[in-house]
């Protein structure tokens, strides 16, 4: 098993700030199906304010550059991260076109 935790913004605004939660209440069966091929057994979304924080636990076998494939050629999935990127933002220092970001482990006990 492997675990990844990962960042992202919301765009500061309540309004879709709720629209963005309701959206994961209700996740498209599609893009679950592919997260779950993608060998993630795992997936949680933390927020503060308009912080996201993802924890991710996969299969030994997980590879992120395998599930960027496997999701762009996905056409749902393509659809549902469009609808996302209305509510995210990057975060401070993010590459052009980069959402999720990958965050380094300062401690662990």
């Known amino acids: ?6 960042a992202l ?22 893009v679950l199906a592919q997260i779950k091929a993608s060998g993630i057994t795992q997936c949680d979304i933390y927020r503060v304010q308009n912080r996201l924080v993802m ?10 550059e395998r599930k960027n494939l496997q999701d762009q050629n996905n ?4 659809a549902w991260e469009e609808l996302m990127w209305t509510y995210q933002q990057a975060l401070p220092g993010a590459k052009d076109g980069e959402k999720w970001m990958l965050m380094s482990s300062i401690f662990s006990l």
């Not at 098993?1 to 990962?6: C, E, T």
């Not at 636990?57 to 997980?62: A, G, W």
């Open 55 to 64: 924890l991710l636990e996969t299969n030994d076998d997980f590879s992120f």
């Open 9 to 30: 913004d919301l765009k500061p605004n309540q309004e879709l700030i709720e629209a963005y939660e309701a959206h994961h209440k209700a996740v498209w069966p599609e």
């Open 1 to 6: 098993m492997k675990k990844f935790v990962l």
């Open 75 to 78: 056409p749902k999935v393509q």
